[in-house]
T-cell receptor, first 116, second 114 residues
């Protein structure tokens, strides 16, 4: 069974600086999908960024980028120019390819605080 | 677009009471999911429905039942609520046919069992 591990329960960053959240996963599959979700205090689950394992190029969405290391089974999220609105829980998630199940396997999350 | 709508947003029950959490999506998605989120944990899958007319157990199905009423609606029922079921419940949907499509989540239902 696949597992997702987020080793940093809490992180803190100064506004305008850069922070990296770590995620590792365990799988025997060669093709899969990885996601980062943001959960602010409002409780919504907001998709931040996604990565297909077959793509070597790291995904980027504005200030958010990932460092995907397939051999190391590592999928870290970098937030540049941090803003107060980035304060939230961040969850890393894994999904197997194909099929119709498509459920996500989540890590336990990292709570990010942004200091003004 | 409303996306994924969950009702109610908050509920308090007594042990042994029953209740149904409602979920509806307006994106014409095939697959729908119910997760629970407990403190210090990520979301865990309770049940899912790959398509209309089918349902399957996830990681933590005990104490729950589901109904895929039609393509839009997927309900979660607690027949006899227990304090261990105090949690935040999320419904999600996905198109289901294209593997790289992400799940879309509702805003969650905070359920407390006394």
């Amino acid at each position: 069974a696949q597992t997702v591990t987020q080793s940093q329960p809490e992180m803190s960053v100064q506004e305008a600086e850069t922070v990296t959240l770590s995620c590792t996963y365990d799988t025997s599959e060669s093709d899969y999908y990885l996601f980062w979700y943001k959960q602010p205090p409002s409780r919504q689950m907001i998709l931040v960024i996604r990565q297909e394992a077959y793509k070597q190029q790291n995904a980027t969405e504005n200030r958010f980028s990932v460092n995907f290391q397939k051999a190391a089974k590592s999928f870290s999220l970098k937030i540049s120019d941090s803003q107060l609105g980035d304060a939230a829980m961040y969850f890393c998630a894994y999904r197997s390819p194909g099929g119709s199940q498509g459920n996500l396997i989540f890590g336990k999350g990292t709570k990010l605080s942004v200091k003004p | 677009n409303a996306g994924v709508t969950q009702t109610p947003k908050f509920q308090v029950l007594k042990t042994g009471q029953s209740m149904t959490l409602q979920c509806a999506q307006d994106m014409n998605h095939n697959s729908m999911y119910w997760y629970r989120q407990d403190p210090g944990m990520g979301l865990r899958l309770i049940y899912y429905s790959a398509s209309e007319g089918t349902t399957d157990k996830g990681e933590v199905p005990n104490g729950y039942n589901v109904s895929r009423l039609n393509k839009r609606e997927f309900s979660l029922r607690l027949e006899s609520a227990a304090p261990s079921q105090t949690s935040v419940y999320f419904c999600a949907s996905r198109r289901g046919l294209i593997s790289n499509q992400p799940q879309h989540f509702g805003d969650g239902t905070r359920l407390s069992i006394l």
